[in-house]
């Protein structure tokens, strides 16, 4: 199976529809486009699955071509203090 999952996060959320699903066979193109939170999507997923089959893209997806001011949260947030989603947010306004 190959499975192609845009906007990853960090991968190991509770919310997250395939971190616990898959297996060292499973295919994977995962993209981030949040620095911080691709590094810990590559370190969550490589933890878990060493012996993967996985791409990783920092990138943003979107019908534009070329780049896009990316708002996102900032790292020095106390992610703890939010909702178990606020570190997903990011927005192109």
């Known amino acids: 199976m190959t499975i192609i999952q845009i ?12 971190f616990n699903t898959i297996t060292n066979n499973d295919k994977l193109i995962l993209v981030e486009p949040v620095p911080y ?9 490589n933890k878990k ?21 990316l708002n996102i949260p ?6 703890s203090k939010l909702p178990f989603w606020a570190s997903q947010l990011s927005s192109v306004n």
């Open 74 to 79: 900032s790292i020095k947030n106390d992610f």
């Open 37 to 45: 939170l691709f590094e810990l999507l590559k370190e969550n997923y």
């Open 7 to 18: 906007g990853s996060h960090i991968g190991n959320t509770n919310n997250d529809p395939i």
């Open 49 to 69: 699955y060493p012996n993967n089959n996985i791409i990783f893209i920092n990138k943003a997806v979107s019908n534009y071509i070329g780049e896009i001011n």
